[in-house]
């Protein structure tokens, strides 16, 4: 029971760095009908955006942990926004009206664009660091077993709550938002009501990849490193994520995040480490015979 | 043209490859006035509101809209948002194309974009409440209501659009061009499949529309009782071509339009009527 326990608290960690991921496949998946195969390589570059950051905070002599983690925070999203930004600019745009395929071909493109970027300018090498957020608090004790949950589980869980009641915000309640449901349901219609549907996509995928650097530093926080690859197997857990929820839906990339963080913190707690994504990826073809929207697949509401 | 008149279409051609669906067609529809477009099926009616709202790039032609504030603008050279943020042009389709996901009251809201992304400063001054803003996006819920009370949905606001009835859907679709703020409201059939006395009830909308807004409206129509009762000016158009234009009592009796309507030729139907009278 505290195994299980202690499982679980790791799963939910987990799935929160999914989920985070998950969101921006399905926004843009909504409002697009693309999958953005460079997301996950945006996740990685959140993070190395984060650990470069840190370590210029920390070289100038700040020592206040909190205020170094609010500023790593705050620039590896605005950096990162960025490259979303510019990914979907040069690489997607320019074919948005071209034929089905190409701007998925391109997305894959620009994934061996960045993750090869990243390997040439930072190096191949994987970038540890030492823990940041050290501490954490023991839940229960007995026969000699302890749940123990760390201070950097509750800070990358604590985050990703915050962000995630600020964007539901943002989609349901303000202009932005409004714009982006309206252009995922009839992009001619939102064009002819004055909506730019060029900027509004621009902006969707800016708050994607702004939540992709969230979970880059999560990962930086909580596993301590970061390297070129590590966007690939993550952008394909959260993609796998996304699909599981329900492609196009919001509160389904946040469940299905979480549903396949602790499928495969289990799998390799119970079963066995190796075989951790084979568990993940069978539960995902199981759901999708049976419920072949998703968990929460109803695509046409509640989704960007 | 008459500097009364708020669109003028001069010489407008579009074709398709080789069919011509819009051949040197001439018109002009008169400021605070109600204009319709009519004609047999596949006369090239929506074609020319595709032309006039941006949807196609006319193959020759000239199409210029003059606001009150007199500075022309050539429609032909705008596309896509431009035609609603810069020419204040509105239109609606021939099918419903609400955001069926969205609430009655949202949509009407989606159509205030330009006003409210005017206050909120590109989304910024937006993200961080800026009092304008807050004050810009009362006003906007407040027009949407006005709107709503209007065509009779207040009650039904929050409502999912594509939940509402097919009636109830065409009136928010014309409330929600109006939100935008036109100057000429191009609507495309919007009495199909209303009943008469949905129909009656749109023809009321369509004048009050006109009486407190004073905006201009150019409709595609093939409810007589509607065109016949609201309209300022015909036009009539057949095979790409105007055959007729006028007041809708001059139209009515014009042998070609008959003829037209009828599908005769004109000496046939110039021969029909004059037996009849």
Redesign the interface.
């Known amino acids: 029971m505290d195994y299980f326990a202690q499982q679980v608290i790791n799963g939910i960690v987990l799935g929160s760095i999914y989920g985070l991921i998950a969101i921006g496949y399905t926004m843009v998946y909504g409002i697009v009908g693309m999958i953005n195969f460079a997301h996950g390589d945006i996740f990685m570059i959140g993070g190395f955006i984060a650990l470069i950051s840190f370590l210029v905070l920390v070289s100038i002599g700040l020592t206040a942990i909190p205020l170094i983690l609010l500023i790593v925070l705050l620039v590896s999203m605005a950096i990162t926004a960025l490259y979303g930004w510019t990914v979907e600019r040069i690489a997607y745009r320019p074919l948005r009206h071209s034929f089905r395929l190409a701007p998925m071909l391109s997305a894959i493109g620009m994934s061996f664009v960045l993750s090869n970027f990243s390997q040439v300018a930072q190096g191949a090498r994987v970038k540890p660091v030492p823990p940041i957020i050290t501490g954490g608090y023991t839940l229960l004790e007995q026969n000699g077993f302890a749940v123990r949950l760390s201070n950097a589980q509750i800070v990358v869980v604590v985050t990703t709550i915050v962000l995630l009641a600020i964007f539901t915000w ?1 989609v349901s309640r ?3 938002g ?2 982006m ?2 252009c995922e ?2 992009q ?10 060029d900027r509004t996509i621009s ?1 969707t995928f800016v708050i994607g990849a702004a939540l992709a650097a969230v979970a880059g530093m999560m990962y930086l926080l909580y596993y301590g490193l970061v390297d070129f690859f590590m966007g690939f197997v993550a952008g394909i857990k959260a993609f796998t994520a996304a699909v599981l929820g329900g492609i196009g839906s919001l509160p389904g990339a946040m469940l299905g995040g979480l549903a396949i963080g602790l499928i495969e913190t289990l799998w390799s707690a119970y079963f066995s480490v190796e075989y951790k994504d084979v568990a993940a990826f069978s539960i995902l073809i199981i759901v999708l015979i049976f419920l072949p929207t998703g968990l929460l697949g109803r695509p ?3 989704k960007v | 043209m008459s500097g009364g008149d708020i669109l003028s279409v001069d010489h407008l051609t579009m074709r398709f490859g080789g069919i011509v669906a819009v051949n040197d067609l001439s018109f002009a529809a008169g400021r605070g006035e109600i204009t319709a477009l009519i004609g047999p099926n596949g006369a090239g009616k929506t074609t020319v509101f595709n032309c006039v709202t941006g949807f196609y790039k006319p193959t020759s032609g000239a199409i210029r809209l003059t606001p009150a504030n007199g500075t022309a603008i050539q429609l032909e050279r705008l596309n896509d948002f431009r035609i609603a943020r810069q020419a204040k042009v509105a239109r609606t389709f021939q099918n419903i194309r609400l955001f069926p996901g969205m609430t009655a009251l949202e949509n009407l809201m989606v159509a205030q974009h330009n006003a409210l992304m005017r206050a909120s400063g590109l989304t910024f001054l937006g993200l961080i409440g800026a009092p304008s803003w807050r004050s810009a996006e009362k006003h906007a819920i407040d027009q949407a209501k006005l709107w709503l009370d209007r065509i009779g949905l207040l009650d039904r606001a929050d409502d999912a659009a594509g939940n509402l009835p097919y009636g109830d859907q065409r009136r928010l679709e014309i409330a929600r061009a109006m939100c935008t703020g036109p100057v000429l409201l191009c609507l495309d059939e919007p009495a199909a499949g209303l009943n008469a006395r949905e129909s009656a009830g749109l023809s009321e909308l369509l004048l009050s529309i006109r009486a407190d807004y004073g905006t201009s409206i150019l409709l595609i129509e093939h409810d007589m009782s509607v065109v016949m009762e609201i309209s300022d000016r015909i036009v009539v158009m057949d095979y790409g071509v105007k055959i007729a234009e006028g007041a809708p009592r001059e139209v009515r009796d014009d042998p070609k339009v008959i003829a037209a309507y009828l599908g005769a030729d004109e000496e046939e139907a110039i021969a029909v009527m004059e037996s009849g009278t």
Do not use: K, W
Not at chain 1, 190 to 197: C, E, H, I, S, T
């Open positions: 943002l303000t202009r932005l409004r714009d449901r309206a349901q009839d001619t219609m939102a064009a002819l009501l004055g909506v730019d549907v902006m046409e509401v509640e």
